[in-house]
């Protein structure tokens, strides 16, 4: 009986997001250069890479040099052991219960805040045998998500002295406003820490990893960089604007000069020529003005292009912007090329990138959907695939 070999069909579809590890490498050189050897890069990866892409992300930066990776959760962690990578990885936002034993088995290093994880861990490295298991301890200095109260550090401390199997080998915490250049948070947070830090030493702890700064911290406070940081946005070419008195504020002492990683791209799928005056798409929230002519995408919000850019934001299409009209849909969106020439039917889009000195960026994006940066890139959903150069 004859067998029908069934071949791995590949996306087809003309909407991906290209993703460029050299820049990516580029970044992570200049981040490293900017805080001098001596102070350790813990490169972030979480949320899929901002949505480049965790595993291929992640190879390249340990292959660039990263002594430590950032993820969020253990779900996070997994895919990168299965891949290969070795480095460090950091579980950021701690660790739920049951999940103890795998992270001693898979080496990856625990956030601890509660007596109870220290408890948990202790078990789990003693009935494993691991003789002294790294974690590190986070406090909430003003933030007010995760971490231990300054208050309340005695009890933790407890935890881990009665922990013989686990080291407290790092200290941290989160800025809520480095990017607001005088917010005085800021400077209470980091006296909070180092009153941290000094009652932790008369507890008879000294971890050698002390931990602040983001992406924006890394830019604007040199006294929070400490012995490593934690860049996430930065490594894919992006930071938040910077502030001072509610108002923006810019300047060569407040950026780095990193590169975006990711571009993202489509082709059009359709042209149609319609009638002034002609309503298009859901709602007819847009009539044409005169005869024009429409490009219709294959792309929407369902592969993360916000509906907020609805009839505010633009492409590039053959070197030249085009607006795009009307309301995204879950899979179309449609683009005004009336002025362009010689457009075709497969021609390029570009929906962030940049062109022959053209550029729409994700902050471009971010702005007029009154969002950030992260939020733009890791909406890109697991419809767009990512291809890698």
């Known amino acids: 009986m004859a067998t029908v070999e069934i071949l791995k069909r590949t996306a087809t579809r003309p909407t991906w997001a290209q993703v460029s590890l050299e820049n990516l490498r580029y970044n992570f050189g200049i981040v490293q250069r900017h805080i001098g050897a001596g102070v350790t890069v813990c ?26 990776l950032g993820v969020t959760s253990l779900d996070e962690a997994i895919p990168l052991r299965d891949s290969g990578i070795r480095t460090r990885i950091l579980l950021m936002t701690g660790f739920w219960r049951g999940e103890e034993e795998e992270i001693i088995r898979l080496q990856l290093t625990p956030t601890v805040w509660e007596p109870g994880q220290v408890e948990l861990l202790e078990r789990a490295a003693a009935s494993l045998g691991s003789p002294t298991h790294p974690v590190h301890l986070k406090v909430d200095t003003g933030m007010g998500r995760l971490g231990i109260a300054p208050e309340d550090l005695h009890r933790v401390c407890a935890a881990l002295k009665s922990s013989p199997h686990l080291v407290l080998e790092g200290l941290s915490t989160h800025l809520a406003s480095s990017e607001v ?16 830090r000094l009652r932790l030493r008369n507890e ?12 924006g911290a890394i ?5 929070s960089w400490n012995t490593m940081v934690r860049p996430g946005i930065a490594l ?31 082709r059009i799928l359709s042209l ?25 995408l ?71 959907a009154n969002t950030n940066v992260y939020e733009i890139l890791c909406a890109i959903s697991k419809r767009v695939p990512r291809k890698y150069s």
Not at 274 to 286: D, E, M
């Open 43 to 68: 490169a972030v990866v979480k949320a899929d890479a901002y949505g480049h892409g965790a595993a291929e992300c992640a190879r390249a930066l340990e292959e660039e040099g990263a002594r430590w």
């Open 204 to 215: 008879g702890f000294d971890p050698p990893i002390i931990h602040v700064a983001n992406t």
């Open 298 to 368: 294959p792309v929407g919000y369902a592969d993360g292009l916000t509906r907020a850019l609805s009839s505010r934001g633009r492409v590039i299409v053959r070197e030249h912007y085009a607006p795009i009209v009307g309301r995204i849909s879950m899979d179309l969106t449609l683009a005004d090329v009336t002025d362009l020439h010689g457009v075709s039917v497969g021609d390029e889009v570009i929906l962030l990138g940049s062109q022959d000195g053209l550029s729409v960026d994700a902050r471009e994006h971010a702005t007029l």
């Open 219 to 223: 830019i604007s406070r040199r006294e």
């Open 236 to 266: 894919y070419g992006y930071h938040l604007p910077f502030e001072r008195a509610g108002r923006e504020v810019s300047g060569s002492k407040l950026r780095l000069s990193v590169k975006p990683v990711l571009t993202w791209q489509t």
């Open 272 to 296: 149609r020529n319609v009638r002034a005056n002609q309503a298009l798409g859901y709602g007819g929230t847009y009539v044409t003005k005169g005869p024009a002519r429409i490009a219709v």
């Open 181 to 196: 250049l005088d917010a005085p948070l800021v400077d209470d947070q980091l006296r909070s820490f180092d009153q941290v």
